[in-house]
Protein backbone atom coordinates (compact mmCIF):
# COMPACT_ATOMS: atom_id res chain seq x y z
CA UNK A 1 0.00 0.00 0.00
CA UNK A 2 1.84 3.08 -0.86
CA UNK A 3 1.91 5.96 1.77
CA UNK A 4 0.73 9.72 1.67
CA UNK A 5 3.27 12.32 0.79
CA UNK A 6 3.43 15.41 2.80
CA UNK A 7 3.11 19.24 1.52
CA UNK A 8 7.02 19.92 2.55
CA UNK A 9 7.71 16.59 0.33
CA UNK A 10 5.18 17.57 -2.44
CA UNK A 11 6.66 20.89 -2.62
CA UNK A 12 10.68 20.02 -3.65
CA UNK A 13 8.88 17.50 -6.39
CA UNK A 14 7.15 20.48 -7.15
CA UNK A 15 10.10 22.70 -7.75
CA UNK A 16 11.60 20.27 -10.17
CA UNK A 17 8.07 20.46 -12.19
CA UNK A 18 7.74 22.70 -15.21
CA UNK A 19 4.48 24.31 -14.27
CA UNK A 20 0.79 22.59 -13.26
CA UNK A 21 -1.91 20.97 -15.09
CA UNK A 22 -5.32 19.32 -14.48
CA UNK A 23 -6.25 18.58 -17.68
CA UNK A 24 -4.51 15.99 -19.29
CA UNK A 25 -5.85 17.90 -22.87
CA UNK A 26 -2.93 20.60 -21.75
CA UNK A 27 0.27 18.77 -20.99
CA UNK A 28 3.38 20.66 -20.40
CA UNK A 29 6.15 18.42 -20.40
CA UNK A 30 7.75 17.72 -16.80
CA UNK A 31 4.50 19.57 -15.52
CA UNK A 32 3.13 18.36 -11.97
CA UNK A 33 -0.46 16.84 -13.00
CA UNK A 34 -3.30 17.29 -10.40
CA UNK A 35 -6.31 14.78 -10.93
CA UNK A 36 -9.09 16.59 -9.55
CA UNK A 37 -12.57 15.17 -9.01
CA UNK A 38 -15.52 16.68 -9.74
CA UNK A 39 -19.79 16.27 -9.75
CA UNK A 40 -18.97 14.17 -13.26
CA UNK A 41 -15.64 13.38 -13.55
CA UNK A 42 -12.59 11.83 -11.65
CA UNK A 43 -9.06 12.95 -12.98
CA UNK A 44 -7.11 9.78 -10.95
CA UNK A 45 -8.60 7.73 -14.11
CA UNK A 46 -6.47 10.19 -16.24
CA UNK A 47 -3.41 9.93 -13.73
CA UNK A 48 -1.29 7.30 -16.57
CA UNK A 49 -2.82 9.27 -19.28
CA UNK A 50 -1.24 12.82 -18.01
CA UNK A 51 2.04 10.93 -17.49
CA UNK A 52 2.40 9.46 -20.54
CA UNK A 53 2.10 12.95 -22.28
CA UNK A 54 4.77 13.98 -20.51
CA UNK A 55 4.05 15.38 -17.08
CA UNK A 56 6.22 14.68 -14.63
CA UNK A 57 4.29 13.75 -11.48
CA UNK A 58 0.71 12.90 -11.47
CA UNK A 59 -0.89 13.86 -7.56
CA UNK A 60 -3.71 10.92 -6.84
CA UNK A 61 -5.72 10.30 -4.24
CA UNK A 62 -7.12 6.61 -5.71
CA UNK A 63 -3.92 4.49 -3.98
CA UNK A 64 -4.99 2.08 -6.46
CA UNK A 65 -3.55 3.89 -9.20
CA UNK A 66 -0.37 4.81 -7.11
CA UNK A 67 1.58 2.17 -9.23
CA UNK A 68 5.39 3.76 -8.82
CA UNK A 69 7.15 6.71 -7.87
CA UNK A 70 6.08 8.79 -10.30
CA UNK A 71 2.38 8.84 -8.44
CA UNK A 72 2.25 11.27 -5.51
CA UNK A 73 -0.38 9.50 -3.30
CA UNK A 74 -2.40 12.42 -1.16
CA UNK A 75 -5.64 12.56 1.09
CA UNK A 76 -7.22 14.48 -1.00
CA UNK A 77 -6.27 16.17 -3.95
CA UNK A 78 -7.82 19.45 -4.32
CA UNK A 79 -7.16 19.89 -0.26
CA UNK A 80 -3.84 19.90 -1.25
CA UNK A 81 -3.52 21.80 -4.41
CA UNK A 82 -4.40 24.37 -1.98
CA UNK A 83 -2.44 23.91 0.84
CA UNK A 84 0.66 23.39 -1.49
CA UNK A 85 0.03 26.85 -2.99
CA UNK A 86 -0.68 28.20 0.71
CA UNK A 87 3.16 26.64 1.05
CA UNK A 88 5.08 27.79 -1.79
CA UNK A 89 3.58 31.46 -1.41
CA UNK A 90 5.16 31.37 1.91
CA UNK A 91 8.37 31.25 0.50
CA UNK A 92 8.09 34.58 -0.71
CA UNK A 93 8.68 37.86 0.72
CA UNK A 94 6.92 39.79 -1.44
CA UNK A 95 3.20 42.00 -1.58
CA UNK A 96 0.26 40.00 -2.35
CA UNK A 97 -2.53 42.11 -3.04
CA UNK A 98 -6.07 40.39 -2.84
CA UNK A 99 -8.83 42.05 -5.26
CA UNK A 100 -12.58 41.45 -4.75
CA UNK A 101 -15.62 43.25 -5.51
CA UNK A 102 -18.93 42.71 -8.06
CA UNK A 103 -18.11 44.73 -10.93
CA UNK A 104 -15.12 45.59 -12.35
CA UNK A 105 -12.36 43.89 -10.69
CA UNK A 106 -11.02 41.82 -13.64
CA UNK A 107 -11.05 45.22 -15.50
CA UNK A 108 -9.01 46.54 -12.67
CA UNK A 109 -6.87 43.51 -12.17
CA UNK A 110 -5.44 43.56 -15.44
CA UNK A 111 -5.21 47.85 -15.09
CA UNK A 112 -3.10 46.91 -11.64
CA UNK A 113 -0.89 44.76 -13.74
CA UNK A 114 -0.06 47.14 -16.29
CA UNK A 115 1.15 49.84 -13.75
CA UNK A 116 3.33 47.28 -11.37
CA UNK A 117 4.68 45.64 -14.38
CA UNK A 118 5.84 48.46 -16.29
CA UNK A 119 8.09 49.16 -12.96
CA UNK A 120 9.09 45.59 -11.58
CA UNK A 121 8.32 42.02 -12.82
CA UNK A 122 4.49 40.94 -11.67
CA UNK A 123 2.49 38.08 -11.23
CA UNK A 124 -1.20 38.17 -11.84
CA UNK A 125 -4.22 36.26 -12.43
CA UNK A 126 -4.27 34.99 -16.08
CA UNK A 127 -8.09 35.88 -17.02
CA UNK A 128 -10.99 35.15 -14.68
CA UNK A 129 -8.76 32.25 -12.60
CA UNK A 130 -10.26 33.49 -9.29
CA UNK A 131 -12.03 30.83 -7.43
CA UNK A 132 -11.19 28.08 -5.36
CA UNK A 133 -8.80 26.01 -7.75
CA UNK A 134 -7.59 28.91 -10.08
CA UNK A 135 -6.41 30.81 -6.73
CA UNK A 136 -3.72 28.35 -5.52
CA UNK A 137 -2.96 27.53 -9.54
CA UNK A 138 -2.23 31.09 -9.81
CA UNK A 139 -0.01 31.12 -6.89
CA UNK A 140 1.90 28.47 -8.26
CA UNK A 141 3.22 30.21 -11.20
CA UNK A 142 5.42 32.70 -8.45
CA UNK A 143 8.97 32.77 -8.76
CA UNK A 144 11.78 34.42 -7.53
CA UNK A 145 11.97 36.27 -10.62
CA UNK A 146 8.33 37.89 -9.01
CA UNK A 147 8.42 41.43 -7.09
CA UNK A 148 4.60 41.64 -6.11
CA UNK A 149 1.47 39.34 -6.96
CA UNK A 150 -2.03 40.25 -8.14
CA UNK A 151 -4.67 37.68 -6.85
CA UNK A 152 -8.21 37.99 -8.12
CA UNK A 153 -10.67 36.89 -5.82
CA UNK A 154 -14.49 35.78 -6.91
CA UNK A 155 -16.85 34.55 -4.69
CA UNK A 156 -20.58 33.34 -5.12
CA UNK A 157 -21.11 32.24 -1.73
CA UNK A 158 -20.61 33.52 1.86
CA UNK A 159 -17.66 32.07 3.03
CA UNK A 160 -15.85 32.06 -0.40
CA UNK A 161 -13.57 34.86 -0.18
CA UNK A 162 -12.67 33.56 3.56
CA UNK A 163 -11.52 30.17 1.67
CA UNK A 164 -9.35 32.20 -0.75
CA UNK A 165 -7.59 34.80 1.81
CA UNK A 166 -6.50 31.79 3.43
CA UNK A 167 -5.19 30.01 0.76
CA UNK A 168 -3.13 33.54 -0.60
CA UNK A 169 -2.54 35.36 2.72
CA UNK A 170 -2.34 38.74 1.18
CA UNK A 171 -0.55 41.70 2.45
CA UNK A 172 -2.66 44.01 0.71
CA UNK A 173 -6.65 44.16 -0.39
CA UNK A 174 -9.07 46.25 -2.33
CA UNK A 175 -12.61 45.41 -2.87
CA UNK A 176 -13.75 47.45 -6.49
CA UNK A 177 -17.32 47.55 -5.24
CA UNK A 178 -20.31 45.93 -3.20
CA UNK A 179 -23.49 45.31 -5.79
CA UNK A 180 -26.20 43.29 -6.24
CA UNK A 181 -25.27 39.76 -7.95
CA UNK A 182 -24.63 36.09 -7.83
CA UNK A 183 -27.65 36.55 -5.22
CA UNK A 184 -28.91 33.13 -5.68
CA UNK A 185 -25.95 31.78 -4.31
CA UNK A 186 -25.60 34.73 -1.75
CA UNK A 187 -28.82 34.47 -0.24
CA UNK A 188 -29.16 38.23 -0.35
CA UNK A 189 -28.18 41.34 -0.45
CA UNK A 190 -26.77 41.40 2.87
CA UNK A 191 -24.47 38.33 2.03
CA UNK A 192 -23.12 39.95 -0.55
CA UNK A 193 -21.88 42.16 1.68
CA UNK A 194 -20.36 39.57 4.16
CA UNK A 195 -19.07 37.58 1.55
CA UNK A 196 -17.13 40.54 -0.18
CA UNK A 197 -15.90 42.35 3.32
CA UNK A 198 -14.12 38.77 4.41
CA UNK A 199 -11.10 40.11 2.50
CA UNK A 200 -11.04 43.45 4.77
CA UNK A 201 -11.37 40.75 7.78
CA UNK A 202 -8.62 39.21 6.96
CA UNK A 203 -6.53 41.77 6.46
CA UNK A 204 -7.74 43.43 9.64
CA UNK A 205 -6.38 40.66 11.74
CA UNK A 206 -3.07 40.22 9.68
CA UNK A 207 -2.57 44.17 9.84
CA UNK A 208 -2.52 44.37 6.17
CA UNK A 209 -3.64 47.27 4.22
CA UNK A 210 -6.38 48.20 1.85
CA UNK A 211 -7.00 50.31 -1.04
CA UNK A 212 -10.62 51.84 -0.64
CA UNK A 213 -12.81 53.61 -2.89
CA UNK A 214 -13.61 56.75 -0.67
CA UNK A 215 -16.69 57.50 -2.67
CA UNK A 216 -18.25 54.28 -1.62
CA UNK A 217 -20.02 54.79 1.48
CA UNK A 218 -20.51 51.24 2.58
CA UNK A 219 -16.67 50.70 1.58
CA UNK A 220 -15.71 53.25 3.90
CA UNK A 221 -17.50 51.96 6.22
CA UNK A 222 -16.40 48.57 6.52
CA UNK A 223 -13.11 49.55 6.55
CA UNK A 224 -13.37 52.16 9.01
CA UNK A 225 -10.17 51.11 10.95
CA UNK A 226 -8.12 49.71 9.05
CA UNK A 227 -4.76 50.52 7.29
CA UNK A 228 -6.07 52.27 4.46
CA UNK A 229 -5.02 54.14 1.59
CA UNK A 230 -7.99 56.01 -0.85
CA UNK A 231 -8.88 57.49 -4.08
CA UNK A 232 -11.87 58.45 -5.66
CA UNK A 233 -13.29 61.87 -6.74
CA UNK A 234 -13.44 63.02 -3.38
CA UNK A 235 -11.36 65.91 -1.85
CA UNK A 236 -10.12 63.61 1.10
CA UNK A 237 -8.81 61.02 -0.62
CA UNK A 238 -5.31 60.45 -1.05
CA UNK A 239 -4.99 59.86 -4.66
CA UNK A 240 -8.05 62.06 -6.21
CA UNK A 241 -9.10 61.84 -9.85
CA UNK A 242 -11.89 63.54 -12.03
CA UNK A 243 -13.22 62.71 -15.40
CA UNK A 244 -12.11 65.25 -17.83
CA UNK A 245 -14.62 66.05 -20.58
CA UNK A 246 -13.41 64.68 -24.49
CA UNK A 247 -14.75 64.10 -27.82
CA UNK A 248 -13.78 60.09 -28.12
CA UNK A 249 -16.40 57.61 -26.89
CA UNK A 250 -12.80 56.57 -24.57
CA UNK A 251 -12.46 57.58 -21.11
CA UNK A 252 -9.99 60.78 -20.18
CA UNK A 253 -9.36 61.08 -16.51
CA UNK A 254 -6.21 63.01 -14.12
CA UNK A 255 -5.11 62.03 -10.74
CA UNK A 256 -3.75 64.47 -8.55
CA UNK A 257 -0.25 63.50 -6.70
CA UNK A 258 2.16 65.39 -5.11
CA UNK A 259 0.47 68.92 -5.87
CA UNK A 260 0.62 67.48 -9.85
CA UNK A 261 -1.58 66.59 -11.89
CA UNK A 262 -1.58 64.00 -14.45
CA UNK A 263 -3.79 62.91 -17.58
CA UNK A 264 -5.03 59.90 -18.38
CA UNK A 265 -6.45 59.10 -21.76
CA UNK A 266 -7.34 55.86 -21.62
CA UNK A 267 -9.27 53.03 -24.26
CA UNK A 268 -12.07 52.73 -21.89
CA UNK A 269 -15.73 53.00 -22.32
CA UNK A 270 -17.69 54.60 -19.26
CA UNK A 271 -16.87 56.79 -16.37
CA UNK A 272 -17.92 54.21 -14.68
CA UNK A 273 -14.41 52.74 -15.27
CA UNK A 274 -13.03 56.14 -13.45
CA UNK A 275 -12.68 54.31 -10.07
CA UNK A 276 -10.84 51.13 -11.78
CA UNK A 277 -8.55 53.72 -13.16
CA UNK A 278 -7.65 55.47 -9.72
CA UNK A 279 -7.37 52.07 -8.15
CA UNK A 280 -4.54 51.33 -10.23
CA UNK A 281 -3.11 54.65 -10.25
CA UNK A 282 -3.11 54.51 -6.17
CA UNK A 283 -1.57 51.28 -5.89
CA UNK A 284 1.05 51.79 -8.42
CA UNK A 285 1.61 55.35 -6.31
CA UNK A 286 1.85 53.27 -2.64
CA UNK A 287 4.17 51.09 -4.24
CA UNK A 288 6.27 54.08 -5.78
CA UNK A 289 6.01 53.38 -9.05
CA UNK A 290 6.43 57.05 -11.00
CA UNK A 291 3.86 58.89 -12.25
CA UNK A 292 5.17 59.49 -15.75
CA UNK A 293 5.10 55.38 -15.85
CA UNK A 294 1.75 54.78 -14.69
CA UNK A 295 0.44 57.25 -17.17
CA UNK A 296 2.26 55.72 -20.13
CA UNK A 297 0.90 52.49 -18.68
CA UNK A 298 -2.70 53.89 -18.33
CA UNK A 299 -2.69 54.93 -21.67
CA UNK A 300 -1.38 51.87 -23.21
CA UNK A 301 -4.17 49.43 -22.13
CA UNK A 302 -6.61 48.41 -24.22
CA UNK A 303 -9.10 46.56 -22.99
CA UNK A 304 -10.42 42.87 -24.31
CA UNK A 305 -12.68 39.66 -23.55
CA UNK A 306 -15.45 41.94 -24.64
CA UNK A 307 -15.13 44.01 -21.49
CA UNK A 308 -16.10 47.79 -22.47
CA UNK A 309 -14.63 47.41 -25.81
CA UNK A 310 -15.04 49.76 -28.69
CA UNK A 311 -15.17 48.92 -32.17
CA UNK A 312 -16.32 49.88 -35.59
CA UNK A 313 -17.80 47.38 -37.74
CA UNK A 314 -18.39 49.43 -40.37
CA UNK A 315 -21.64 49.55 -40.58
CA UNK A 316 -22.11 50.05 -37.01
CA UNK A 317 -19.81 51.49 -33.58
CA UNK A 318 -20.12 49.16 -31.01
CA UNK A 319 -19.79 49.44 -27.17
CA UNK A 320 -18.86 46.07 -26.44
CA UNK A 321 -19.64 44.71 -22.73
CA UNK A 322 -20.79 40.79 -22.70
CA UNK A 323 -18.43 38.77 -20.84
CA UNK A 324 -20.87 39.42 -18.11
CA UNK A 325 -23.40 41.81 -15.92
CA UNK A 326 -25.51 42.08 -13.17
CA UNK A 327 -28.07 44.72 -12.07
CA UNK A 328 -25.19 47.03 -10.29
CA UNK A 329 -23.42 47.01 -13.88
CA UNK A 330 -26.05 46.81 -16.23
CA UNK A 331 -27.53 49.78 -14.37
CA UNK A 332 -24.17 52.21 -14.71
CA UNK A 333 -23.67 50.73 -18.21
CA UNK A 334 -26.76 52.04 -19.27
CA UNK A 335 -26.66 55.55 -17.62
CA UNK A 336 -23.47 55.68 -18.91
CA UNK A 337 -24.64 54.89 -22.71
CA UNK A 338 -27.53 56.74 -22.22
CA UNK A 339 -24.84 59.95 -21.92
CA UNK A 340 -22.43 59.59 -24.28
CA UNK A 341 -22.32 61.95 -27.27
CA UNK A 342 -23.02 60.67 -30.89
CA UNK A 343 -24.91 61.84 -33.66
CA UNK A 344 -25.68 57.91 -34.37
CA UNK A 345 -29.14 56.33 -33.35
CA UNK A 346 -28.58 54.70 -30.39
CA UNK A 347 -29.69 51.07 -29.62
CA UNK A 348 -28.54 48.13 -26.50
CA UNK A 349 -28.95 44.84 -26.95
CA UNK A 350 -28.95 43.42 -23.31
CA UNK A 351 -28.97 39.61 -22.49
CA UNK A 352 -30.55 38.25 -19.45
CA UNK A 353 -28.74 38.06 -15.92
CA UNK A 354 -27.55 34.86 -14.26
CA UNK A 355 -28.07 33.51 -10.82
CA UNK A 356 -30.42 35.77 -9.28
CA UNK A 357 -32.36 33.71 -7.93
CA UNK A 358 -36.11 34.77 -6.70
CA UNK A 359 -35.02 38.05 -7.54
CA UNK A 360 -34.78 37.40 -11.03
CA UNK A 361 -37.61 39.00 -12.37
CA UNK A 362 -37.52 41.99 -10.48
CA UNK A 363 -34.58 42.43 -10.89
CA UNK A 364 -35.08 41.81 -15.26
CA UNK A 365 -38.10 44.19 -14.91
CA UNK A 366 -36.17 47.29 -13.29
CA UNK A 367 -33.74 46.72 -16.32
CA UNK A 368 -36.64 46.95 -18.56
CA UNK A 369 -38.12 50.14 -16.37
CA UNK A 370 -34.31 51.76 -16.53
CA UNK A 371 -34.54 51.17 -20.68
CA UNK A 372 -37.80 52.90 -20.48
CA UNK A 373 -36.98 56.01 -18.29
CA UNK A 374 -33.43 56.30 -20.62
CA UNK A 375 -35.29 56.87 -23.91
CA UNK A 376 -32.66 53.65 -25.19
CA UNK A 377 -34.29 51.68 -28.26
CA UNK A 378 -33.47 48.45 -27.14
CA UNK A 379 -33.47 44.56 -28.12
CA UNK A 380 -33.84 42.02 -24.79
CA UNK A 381 -32.52 38.52 -25.04
CA UNK A 382 -32.75 35.70 -23.12
CA UNK A 383 -35.68 33.99 -21.18
CA UNK A 384 -35.36 36.02 -18.37
CA UNK A 385 -36.55 38.92 -20.41
CA UNK A 386 -39.07 36.92 -22.42
CA UNK A 387 -41.12 36.66 -19.23
CA UNK A 388 -41.58 40.51 -18.74
CA UNK A 389 -44.67 41.42 -20.96
CA UNK A 390 -45.64 45.26 -22.05
CA UNK A 391 -41.66 46.46 -22.02
CA UNK A 392 -42.55 48.36 -25.87
CA UNK A 393 -39.14 46.44 -26.57
CA UNK A 394 -38.37 43.69 -29.19
CA UNK A 395 -37.77 40.28 -27.17
CA UNK A 396 -35.69 37.03 -28.79
CA UNK A 397 -35.67 33.88 -26.05
CA UNK A 398 -31.67 33.44 -27.10
CA UNK A 399 -28.91 35.12 -29.30
CA UNK A 400 -29.15 32.46 -32.43
CA UNK A 401 -33.40 33.81 -32.62
CA UNK A 402 -31.92 37.74 -31.94
CA UNK A 403 -28.83 37.07 -34.70
CA UNK A 404 -31.13 35.58 -37.38
CA UNK A 405 -33.64 38.32 -37.07
CA UNK A 406 -30.51 40.59 -37.38
CA UNK A 407 -29.14 39.13 -40.45
CA UNK A 408 -33.10 39.47 -41.60
CA UNK A 409 -33.25 42.88 -41.17
CA UNK A 410 -29.68 44.44 -40.31
CA UNK A 411 -28.83 47.47 -38.64
CA UNK A 412 -26.86 50.09 -39.83
CA UNK A 413 -25.34 53.33 -38.94
CA UNK A 414 -26.01 53.10 -35.14
CA UNK A 415 -24.32 53.53 -31.88
CA UNK A 416 -25.02 49.81 -30.01
CA UNK A 417 -24.21 48.82 -26.49
CA UNK A 418 -23.92 45.25 -26.30
CA UNK A 419 -24.22 44.16 -22.63
CA UNK A 420 -25.28 40.71 -20.99
CA UNK A 421 -24.06 38.12 -18.96
CA UNK A 422 -21.74 34.99 -20.30
CA UNK A 423 -24.45 32.90 -20.48
CA UNK A 424 -26.46 34.75 -22.93
CA UNK A 425 -24.35 34.24 -25.29
CA UNK A 426 -24.54 37.75 -27.04
CA UNK A 427 -20.60 37.87 -28.31
CA UNK A 428 -22.04 35.71 -31.02
CA UNK A 429 -24.12 38.56 -32.04
CA UNK A 430 -21.19 40.61 -33.61
CA UNK A 431 -21.30 39.00 -37.32
CA UNK A 432 -24.71 40.40 -37.34
CA UNK A 433 -23.80 43.88 -36.36
Known sequence: MPTTITIATLHERFLACNGTSTDTRTIGKDCMFFALKGPNFNANAFAAEALSKGARYAVVDDPTVATDERYLL?????????????????????????????????????LMHAVLAADRPTLATSGNLNNHIGVPLTLLRLTAEHRIAIIEMGA??????????????????????????????????????RAKTEMFDFLGGHKGTVFVNADDPLLMEKSAGLKRVTYGSMGSSD?????????????????????????????????????????????????????????????????????????DTGRNQLVLDAYNANPSSMQV????????????????????????????????????????????????????????????????PDAKAALE????????????????????????LLEGL
Open 74 to 110: VADVLRALQELSTHHRRTFDIPVIGITGTNGKTTTKE
Open 156 to 193: NHVGDIAELVGIAEPTHGLITNIGRAHLEGFGSYEGVI
Open 239 to 311: VLGIVQPGSTPFLRCSFDHRNDTWCVDTYLIGAYNLPNVLAAACVGLHFKVEPERIVDALDDYIPANNRSQFS
Open 333 to 396: ALENFAAMASDRPKMAILGGMKELGADSQAEHRAVADTVKRLGVDTVFVGPEFMELSSTGNTAY
Open 405 to 428: ALKQKPLTGHLILVKGSRGTKLET
